[in-house]
């Protein structure tokens, strides 16, 4: 059978389903034009707090093409992480995300096997992988695919699953059937905005990243500031209370990837189990956790903060 752009499109959607991937949209590899003013926008206001790295490689997060030489298509997929049980009401809170094995780890080798894969059935295919490591827009991507549309929290959001799941990218140099973007469902709910008790949330659609919980609990490396002294609702590490909030999180699944489920202390541990946490078991309870990215000393900066309001 001679490959044709819709038989590699329906292959590459097909392969990514039977790895795991909740959704594959796909979208032309090329500058990322109306994303260009608004990330200068955001840099130029400070939105980045500490997070330099977001000023580095400015026209590579524009331009795929810089990243894969000869880059024609972008496939983008998301992986649901929403979890079965959460911590118990009594306890210092970790974002869902990060309740079990660090997704890059996870994704990154579903990537690779779908990328094999493609060039074991298509033949000479050159790529890369992308996970949240590298200078790509991936919601701006995972938007122009078709997976589901920017939300007034500046998350991807879909209709049919919501919110909580990892997007990831192949940016191949194979010419595909390109998806075309869904239309913004947020409407004139402002839940997420309301809800945020750091008014991170600056305008609808813009997040003010240096004023978010989850910025002050694994980026920021000074002392988290004064004002948020009793807004942190008890979040240790990241935040999920724009998600927790939106509607469209009510068609939020469980997950079924066995290494994205929690270790049982995360969903076991009291605010006092919290507190008494040394290091040995931190390194325990975390191996291979995106935890471990604040380190020990971060997350009990983080917990005594919390003890002090």
């Known amino acids: 059978m001679i490959n044709t752009k819709a038989s590699n499109t329906a292959f590459i959607k097909t392969e990514a389903k039977r790895l795991g991937f909740m959704s594959c949209g796909v979208s032309k590899a090329e500058f990322l034009e109306t994303e260009a003013p608004r990330l200068e ?23 795929p093409t810089l990243l894969v030489p000869g880059a024609k298509s972008m496939v983008s997929l998301l992986f649901n992480y929403f979890p079965q049980e959460e911590q118990r009401e009594d306890s210092f809170k970790i ?18 096997e779908l990328l094999f894969s493609i060039q074991e059935k298509i033949g000479s295919v050159e790529g890369r992988a992308f996970v949240d490591s590298a200078p790509v827009l991936d919601k701006a991507w995972a938007a122009l695919s078709g997976l589901g549309w920017i939300g007034k929290n500046s998350n991807l959001l879909t209709k049919q699953v919501g919110s909580f799941y990892f997007i990831a990218e192949l940016i191949i140099d194979l010419d595909l059937e390109y998806d075309t973007p869904v239309t913004d469902h947020c409407g004139s709910c402002t839940a997420c905005i309301d809800a945020c008790p750091t008014d991170a949330i600056v305008d609808p659609y813009v997040v003010d990243g240096s004023k978010c919980i989850s910025y002050f609990t694994i980026e920021l490396k000074n002392e988290i ?20 909030v939106c509607p469209w999180n009510r068609f ?15 969903l076991e541990y009291s605010k006092a189990e919290w507190k008494e946490l040394t290091k040995e078991v931190f390194s325990e309870i975390f191996r291979k956790s995106p935890v471990k990215r604040t380190k020990y000393e971060g997350l009990m900066r983080n917990i005594s903060f919390l003890n002090e309001k």
Not at 230 to 240: L, N, P, R, S, V
Not at 254 to 265: A, Q, S
């Open 252 to 266: 939020s699944k469980p997950h079924n990837e066995p290494l994205f489920n929690p270790r049982p202390e995360i």
């Open 41 to 63: 926008d955001w840099l130029h206001k400070n939105r980045n707090g500490e997070m330099a790295y977001m000023e580095n490689h400015f026209d590579k997060r524009l331009d």
């Open 225 to 244: 500031p004064d004002f948020a002294r009793d807004k942190m609702e008890d979040w240790m590490f990241g935040c999920d209370i724009c998600q927790d």
């Open 95 to 112: 974002s869902k995300y990060a309740y079990g094995t660090d997704y890059h780890f996870v994704i990154k080798e579903k990537l690779k």
